[in-house]
């Protein structure tokens, strides 16, 4: 039994909380970036460098709408929640607790292909709030039963992700030996010693595995075929050829994720893509990738006022949220701050912190002297 909570004061303190209840392994997964890490330093240092020009004696009294219209749907806060593969290592369960907390707040949630929970799982948990990111495989038949799969369960809006040509070379995944299966060796053992909450919770939960495929690798298929599958289904085929006929095929709303050059943002938009996600992948993928905040400026500038921009890297409070904005995002999402809430608090964690972020917002927008959120 745990005494009385403590409060939730930053997403800085749900990081160090969360890296106290879960193996290091797990923990370095979510939190971990590629190469040296200086992608994941960089999209910190731009908000950090990024300050804001507060004005006063503006009235803000009143409730402070923090609404937002995002692609055809009003969303209560114009934050959401960004795809996660893997989830579960932060904590089993978490996908589900993630889109539930999402649905009850009217806050977006974009559903993983490598999620630990199928995408007709989360769009039951989120019928109304639920998106599904697409990583395109190197198997054509798996890339469009998905698709096919996605339709079927009722998703209006399909992510494309387009910053993994090759997976990541992550340093601290590679020293841990993590893999799916989990491999146990003594190392491992003794961290799961170390965290036993964890540990139990996963034991009874199963170990966490990429549930989209598991009908594809067959249904009696164990964790090593499974894993093997998904392996082998990174690829670098996405182009512009490619984006077209997905376009062509899909009849809701297409997202591009992972644009951080000006030029492809243009060409997405002539392509018929409803909305670029300006994005370094949290600084997961290529170690010398801009930082997303800057980007997005470039962004924004080249696209002019009216095309529909979403960011993600490096969010962690609600003044990043309002700089994110200012910078000219429509909409910003956050990765790891949502998976160190649930793996900090349980599954309540996860309206906690969608609640935390909300406070600050608002707190953000009165300290800058605003009465409402600047316009899309
Ligand atoms: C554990 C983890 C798994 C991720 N898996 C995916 C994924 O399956 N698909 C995807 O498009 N992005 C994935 N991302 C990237 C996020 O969607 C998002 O771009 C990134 O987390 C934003 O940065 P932040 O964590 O600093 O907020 C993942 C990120 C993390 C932390």
């Keep these: 039994m745990r005494g009385r909570r403590a409060p939730m004061v930053s997403v800085d303190d749900l990081r160090l909380a969360a890296r106290r209840r879960v193996p290091r392994f797990a923990f370095d ?20 460098k990024a300050i804001f020009s507060p004005r006063v004696l503006v009235n803000t009294e009143g409730a402070l709408d923090t609404g937002r219209n995002f692609l055809g749907r009003r969303w209560s806060l114009p934050f959401g929640v960004a795809p996660m593969g893997l989830a579960g290592m932060a904590w089993p369960g978490a996908d589900i607790a993630l889109a539930r907390a999402a649905q009850a707040a009217g806050v977006l949630y974009v559903a993983a292909t490598p999620a630990t929970a199928t995408l007709e799982s989360l769009r039951t948990a989120a019928p109304d709030s639920a998106w599904f990111q697409l ?44 893999a799916l299966p989990l491999c146990m060796g003594p190392r491992m053992l003794a961290d799961l010693a170390l965290h036993p909450a964890w540990a139990l919770a996963t034991l009874r939960a199963g170990a966490p595995r990429f549930a989209n495929f598991q009908q594809y690798a067959g249904a009696g298929a164990g964790a090593r075929s499974l894993a093997e599958l998904m392996a082998g289904q990174s690829s670098g085929r996405l182009d512009w050829a490619l984006l077209a006929r997905i376009r062509a095929g899909w009849p809701g709303r297409l997202v591009l994720k992972g644009v951080l050059a000006p030029d492809d943002a243009l060409r997405a938009a002539e392509a018929g893509v409803d909305a670029v996600q300006v994005s370094n ?42 700089k994110a904005l200012d910078a000219g995002a429509d909409f910003v999402f956050l990765g790891r701050p949502f998976l160190y809430a649930v793996a900090a608090r349980g599954d309540a964690g996860a309206a906690e912190v969608v609640g935390l972020l909300h406070a600050e917002l608002v707190q953000a927008l009165a300290q800058t002297g605003r009465a409402a959120l600047p316009e899309a």
Aim: glycine letters at 14%.
């Design 29 to 48: 997964y979510v939190d971990g970036g590629a190469g040296a890490e200086d992608g994941l330093s960089r999209n910190r240092a731009a908000f950090r």
């Design 135 to 178: 990583y395109v495989g190197k198997s054509a038949e798996i890339t469009d039963d998905l698709l096919a799969r996605a339709r079927a369960a009722g998703y209006d809006t399909l992510v494309v992700t387009a910053d993994v040509p090759r997976p990541g070379k992550r340093r601290r995944d590679l020293r841990n030996g993590f």
């Design 281 to 322: 992948h949290g600084g997961r993928q290529l170690d010398g990738a801009p930082a997303a905040l800057d980007a997005l400026r470039a962004v924004r500038k080249a696209v002019g006022p009216g095309y529909p921009v979403a960011m993600d890297s490096g969010v962690r409070s609600g003044e990043d949220i309002l």
